[in-house]
């Protein structure tokens, strides 16, 4: 009878071992899934465009959409200095032919409150369709923010950006905690 405890003990860190590794793996299967692979919608025609945080890189594309499917507006949000809040200006608020270019910096700093903006704009445009534009990694998160906020329809567009191992590492990483704490906050 002591020896079959002894057995026990020894299955135990195979067992705590094992479910380690099966839940590193579905965590990679939903990371590659959500974060690498999310869903990303045809362009259409759209009554605005949202370009999220930062928006440096996404800009041109931003303005590039605008124009070839109607917006009436292109939303920025701006970049802000970590350390000090201050809100870096940008020459990308002025005003572009055919659309007008809204410079946000929203409150909080955060996707949630990126979603609050865009909902406060809609309803007071009455805009039908709008468009967010954002990286890959941060496409199935916004949309579950913009999706809770807004009572438009929401069509989400990807930038294409470079991304290094170690970029795609990190974003499975923050994604995943800004999932859970996306899903504990709730709206």
Same mark, same amino acid.
């Given at each position: 009878?002591?020896?079959?405890?002894?057995?026990?003990k020894r299955?135990w860190?195979?067992? $705590?071992?094992?479910?380690?590794?099966l839940?590193i793996? $579905?965590?990679l299967?939903?990371?590659?899934?959500?974060?690498a692979?999310?869903?990303?919608? &045809?362009?259409?025609?759209?009554?605005?465009?949202?370009v999220?945080? &930062?928006?440096?890189?996404?800009?041109?594309?931003g303005r590039?959409?605008?124009?070839?499917y109607?917006?009436?507006?292109?939303?920025?949000?701006?970049?802000?200095?970590?350390?000090?809040?201050?809100?870096?200006?940008?020459d990308?608020?002025?005003?572009q032919?055919g659309?007008?270019v809204?410079?946000?910096?929203?409150?909080?700093y955060?996707?949630?409150?990126?979603?609050?903006?865009?909902?406060?704009?809609?309803?007071e445009?009455?805009?039908?369709? $709008?468009?967010?534009?954002?990286?890959t990694?941060?496409?199935?998160?916004?949309?579950?923010?913009?999706?809770?906020?807004v009572?438009a329809?929401?069509?989400m567009w990807?930038?294409?950006?470079a991304?290094?191992?170690?970029?795609?590492?990190y974003?499975?990483?923050?994604?995943?905690?800004?999932? $859970?704490?996306?899903m504990?906050?709730?709206?």
């Amino acid at each position: 009878m002591f020896r079959q405890g002894g057995r026990g003990k020894r299955r135990w860190p195979l067992v $705590v071992g094992g479910t380690v590794v099966l839940l590193i793996v $579905v965590w990679l299967g939903l990371c590659w899934r959500y974060v690498a692979h999310p869903t990303v919608d &045809p362009y259409q025609s759209v009554d605005a465009i949202y370009v999220l945080g &930062p928006a440096e890189g996404r800009i041109d594309l931003g303005r590039e959409l605008a124009a070839e499917y109607g917006a009436q507006a292109l939303l920025v949000t701006v970049s802000v200095n970590e350390t000090t809040g201050a809100v870096y200006e940008k020459d990308f608020c002025d005003k572009q032919a055919g659309y007008e270019v809204i410079c946000l910096n929203p409150d909080p700093y955060t996707t949630q409150g990126e979603a609050e903006e865009l909902a406060a704009y809609t309803d007071e445009q009455g805009w039908d369709t $709008v468009a967010v534009l954002t990286d890959t990694p941060h496409m199935s998160r916004a949309r579950l923010w913009m999706e809770r906020y807004v009572q438009a329809d929401v069509v989400m567009w990807e930038t294409d950006e470079a991304m290094s191992p170690m970029d795609w590492a990190y974003s499975f990483v923050y994604q995943s905690g800004a999932w $859970v704490k996306a899903m504990v906050v709730g709206s």
